[in-house]
């Protein structure tokens, strides 16, 4: 192997040009993504929401198809990870920092501001938690599973190097070896790089918040997130030295015991009744709109399209940008699992938690504002979306510990996001590597946490958003062709391996 690839070379010149760019001119640059962003969301917000659901229902066709049986390896291929172990690192890489950031935030805007009707009603209040829970639960991992399950089956099935281009060899041949291919792992790792600076972006705002809400004398601006983003980098990238099996892999565990120890300190400690109420109507209320939400763009009303692009369209995208680092992610961790099993514990268990999620920290958000005029939305708005969190710890007993254990929670999340990353970055840019060096990844470190600190100096949490929507759009298209190759290459597979047995 070349010490540096075509694609790192290129990747990481587009990456310092766009640093440079929000160094020297940050004005400039959040115009010009701003219109990008502005764009794309008018006149292709139709085109996420079909794509990603798209994804979805070919993911769930995939639990149904004869091809479920199939293994993400060789027949006799074993898991490498526990189940335990291996839904902690999935879901560490796919939304820990975002399910913290948005859990209770999200269900207040919803509330207030619903995508139809009035707010501060029974049915905004419903729909508050319904659409938190469209936008958190099977959409996302729908994308995930696509991306994942082509490059887990290409990899250890297959034998093909662990790059996004190499799933396109039964579409395009030797090809993928070419300009093509470069062109596709190139926008792979743009995809990755502004995907994971807009949730580590979102990660810096909030430590700073809840720093600054807990400690007076602490402010809450730019200088303050810009040195967490510095401090955390150097840790990610101690952790990242140590290899998959050590620092990602006791990080994630440690991510799941303190998120399930805050969630159920909020469960017994807030409305215990109540959320479980909420749980159980959301989720059904979420199967039931399930179809409805999917396709719902609101052309015949302004504010419904406007809620739309603000909110699912910018998810859709974001998750769409993450796909790249995810997928790689939990296809790197998912060997010796067959393709039903793979696609069932990707797409229900990270669901249900997060429905479960957003029950427990929107659904006390909501009942304390609503039921017990806290003014946790007014406290929100006036002080930032990332002290939202806080603001609710506030409300109930033991909240000042709590608030400093959330502090740790989204410390370690934001390490193992960027540990995540840094490991994907250097595979994708290492002719698919599953041992990346050391200095790879810690460049790809830098250049991620360089492009989270110029995203949040040039524009704040609105240029993150702006971010993943641009990143997002270009892969779409190597997503939807990522589908046609890999029904291509499993057909080929259970003709020749299956059918007659």
Excluded: C
């Excluded at 994630?252 to 969630?263: D, F, K, P, Q």
């Excluded at 460049?443 to 971010?467: D, E, K, N, R």
């Amino acid at each position: 192997m070349k010490k540096f690839t075509k694609v790192f070379i290129i990747s990481l010149v587009i990456s310092v040009i766009f640093i440079a760019w929000g160094v020297l001119y940050p004005k400039g640059l959040q115009q010009a993504t701003g219109s990008i962003q502005n764009f794309l969301q008018v006149k292709f917000g139709w085109f996420y929401l079909l794509s990603a659901t798209g994804f979805l229902i070919f993911s769930i066709y995939l639990i149904f198809s004869k091809y479920g049986k199939i293994k993400l390896g060789k027949d006799d291929d074993k898991p490498d990870y526990s189940l335990v172990t291996w839904f902690a690192m999935l879901f560490s890489a796919g939304m820990g920092i975002g399910l913290v950031f948005w859990g209770v935030a999200e269900p207040l805007f919803h509330y207030y501001d619903p995508p139809s009707g009035n707010g501060e009603t029974v049915e905004s209040a419903n729909a508050s938690l319904r659409y938190a829970m469209f936008h958190w639960g099977l959409h996302p991992w729908g994308i995930y599973t696509v991306v994942g399950l082509a490059l887990a089956y290409f990899k250890f099935r297959k034998g093909a190097p662990g790059l996004i281009s190499a799933i396109f060899r039964p579409l395009l041949g030797d090809r993928v070896n070419g300009p093509i291919g470069i062109l596709i792992d190139v926008i792979a790792v743009f995809a990755t790089v502004f995907g994971v600076a807009t949730s580590l972006g979102f990660g810096a705002a909030q430590i700073s918040g809840g720093i600054s809400y807990l400690f007076e004398g602490v402010a809450n601006n730019q200088v303050t997130q810009l040195i967490i983003i510095a401090i955390v980098t150097v840790l990610f990238i101690l952790s990242a030295s140590t290899g998959l099996n050590k620092g990602i892999k006791y990080l994630s565990n440690i991510n799941i015991v303190l998120a399930l120890g805050l969630m159920f300190f909020l469960l017994f400690a807030g409305p215990t009744n109540f959320i479980m109420d909420v749980f159980t109507q959301t989720l059904g209320s979420y199967v039931q709109n399930l179809p409805t939400m999917s396709f719902r763009l609101g052309p015949y009303s302004e504010t419904t399209q406007d809620w739309t692009q603000a909110w699912t369209v910018f998810y859709w995208a974001w998750w769409i940008a993450w796909a790249p680092f995810v997928g790689m992610f939990i296809a790197r961790v998912s060997k010796g699992r067959t393709i039903r099993e793979f696609v069932l514990g990707v797409l229900l268990v990270p669901t249900i938690f997060s429905a479960l999620w957003f029950s427990v920290f929107g659904g006390s958000a909501v009942f304390m504002d609503r039921m017990e005029g806290t003014g946790l939305y007014s406290i929100m708005t006036d002080n930032g979306t990332e002290i939202a969190l806080f603001a609710l710890f506030e409300q109930v007993p033991l909240g000042g510990i709590m608030s400093i254990i959330a502090i740790l929670l989204i410390s370690t999340f934001f390490i193992t996001s960027a540990d995540s990353a840094t490991f994907v970055l250097g595979m994708q840019t290492t002719n698919g590597s599953l041992n990346p060096s050391n200095y790879i990844k810690f460049i790809w470190g830098g250049v991620v946490a360089a492009s989270a600190a110029i995203l949040l100096y040039s524009g704040g949490l609105q240029a993150l958003q702006t971010a993943s929507i641009i990143a997002a759009f270009p892969f779409t298209f190597i997503m939807i062709a990522i589908v046609f190759a890999t029904v291509k290459a499993l057909k080929e597979d259970y003709n020749l391996n299956f059918k007659n047995k």
